[in-house]
């Protein structure tokens, strides 16, 4: 039988972390560009509530495993997503943390080596830690605490962005390296003690909303459709580039801001109610995008009020169902 160039074109993928916010995401739009998904999760985090309306689809598989351990299969691409990407959840096993980060990360690419696949390191700009320039560009080697309690995954990610350039050195793999802003959006973990899910459920609720140190910190946020859209153009980009590349919405916000938002988008009555901060939290943080704009024609098209809205809607739905 002959193929059709849909079938040409598709790619057999890997996804792991898969079952997660963003790669629940990430599988939904590969498999609608008609490529075969192979998902791959330890459900730490993850939850197959996420991908249960993909399971139908003959094109996406979904394997339970942990990328500590070896894994052998037949790919052409990777996105290497596995990690808990939450202070809460990176914290709770700081030690499995590291080793997610960094033997996933061997793991992953022994397997994109062996394969010759391609392969996308899901990195962050905690790579930057508490930054001393702002915005954040890719040259800049960041300032963080290689003993406190946010090094697990800070210096697990660090170490994990050496691996990908040494592989690329030494054994030829073709490495994307792409350092992701924060991002929300639905199917983010209602637990996960993020400053999004948070403040949406604690309004909601009805719940005083909880501020940690006076508000003045910032960050910069970006909707998930956005990051994926960069995700997948880093993927595609010219042989030879590499990156480390910056993706997320430069539009900066206070914490505060971000409440007032919250509160005035769902109609709540909560009250602010403040509390420390915690060791090593971020001053302020706000990516340079230049080099995802010139080499991958990134331009994040949702705004914040636009991309809460959404995520609101969301959560709502989730705790009526609840
Ligand atoms: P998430 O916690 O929803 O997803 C992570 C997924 O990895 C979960 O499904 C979890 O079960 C899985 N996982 C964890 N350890 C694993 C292991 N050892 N083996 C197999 N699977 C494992 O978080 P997310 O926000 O979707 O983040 C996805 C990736 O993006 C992470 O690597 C994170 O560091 C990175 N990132 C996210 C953000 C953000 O704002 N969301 C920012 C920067 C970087
Ligand atoms: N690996 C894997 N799947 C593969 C190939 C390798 O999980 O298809 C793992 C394997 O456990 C190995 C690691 O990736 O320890 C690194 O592989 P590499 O070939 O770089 O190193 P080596 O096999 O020499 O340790
Ligand atoms: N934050 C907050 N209240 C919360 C959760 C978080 O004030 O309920 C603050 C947190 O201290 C940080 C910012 O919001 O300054 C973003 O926190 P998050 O954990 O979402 O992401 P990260 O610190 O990793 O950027």
Known sequence: MTKTAAQISSKKILVTGGAGFLGSHLCERLL?????VLCVDNLFT???????????NPNFEFMRHDVTFPLYVEVDEIYNLACPA????????????????????????????????????????????DPEIHPQVESYRGAVN??????????GKRCAETLFFDYQRQHNVNVKVMRI??????RMHPNDGRVVSNFIIQALRGEDISIYGDGSQTRSFCYVSDLIDGMIALM????GFYGPVNIGNPNE?????LAQNVIRLTESHSQLRFYPLPQDDPKQRQPD???AKSELGFSPSVQLEEGLKKTIEYFREMLHNS
Do not use: W
């Open 46 to 56: 993850g939850t197959k509530r996420n991908i249960l309306h993909l399971l139908e």
């Open 253 to 257: 916000f206070t914490i505060l801001e």
């Open 146 to 155: 290689p003993i406190g309690i946010r090094a697990c995954y800070d210096e």
């Open 181 to 186: 802003f924060n991002t929300y959006g639905p």
């Open 32 to 36: 609608g560009q008609g490529h075969e």
């Open 86 to 129: 939450s202070p809460v959840h990176y914290q709770f096993d700081p030690v499995q943390t590291t080793k997610t980060s960094v033997v996933g990360a061997i793991n992953m690419l022994g397997l994109a080596k062996r394969t010759k696949a391609k392969i996308l390191q899901a990195s962050t700009s905690e790579v930057y830690g």
């Open 289 to 291: 995008i230049s080099l």
């Open 236 to 239: 595609e980009s010219r042989d």
